[in-house]
């Protein structure tokens, strides 16, 4: 699932136009490269929080280059697919539990929480198909249309094709 798509994404990243990519479509819903850093500093955290054994989606990168510069998301996702073999060797082959961090209030209080790691895989899944929705959205606002599979949940395009085929 997750080689699906991190394919959308690269695909996306090759063909998106520069100044699409860093343009403010809809100012309630910021930049296509908002939301792709926004997707690639979580499956950071996911990733680094794996080899800690605590994820913590609220201490990020927040690389601002990769908000910017469509190349720099794409070498960025690439480097993110490399690493996202290293949780194999680190975590599923170990019966070690994972620890969600959490920042509960404005303060800065975190919360800790049992989690493991097919919840958490699950939920940057979930999360960056989402952010994909609302990248579609954007795109489709400036007539730059996408695969039309791109930004749908599983559940979504199961959906469809059963309804189709009745």
Excluded: W
Aim: hydrophobic share 35%; aromatic share 8%.
């Amino acid at each position: 699932m997750f080689k699906n798509i991190s394919f959308q994404i690269e695909d996306f990243l090759k063909n998106c136009p520069e100044t699409l990519y860093s343009q403010n479509i809809s100012p309630q819903s910021g930049t296509i490269g908002a939301h792709t850093r926004h997707i690639l500093d979580h499956i950071d955290a996911f990733i680094k929080g794996c080899s800690e054994y605590t994820v913590n989606y609220d201490i990020r990168e927040r690389d601002t280059l990769t908000e910017k510069d469509p190349k720099a998301a794409l070498s960025r996702i690439k480097k993110i697919n490399e690493n996202i073999h290293s949780i194999n060797a680190k975590c599923i082959h170990t019966e070690r539990p994972l620890k969600l961090a959490a920042m509960t209030d404005t303060n800065g209080s975190f919360v800790n929480i049992a989690s493991n790691l097919e919840r958490e895989f699950l939920f940057i899944i979930s999360h960056t198909v989402h952010h994909m929705a609302l990248i579609r959205n954007l795109c489709t606002q400036s007539e730059f249309f996408l695969n039309e599979n791109f930004g749908k949940a599983s559940s979504t395009l199961y959906k469809e094709r059963t309804q189709r085929s009745c």
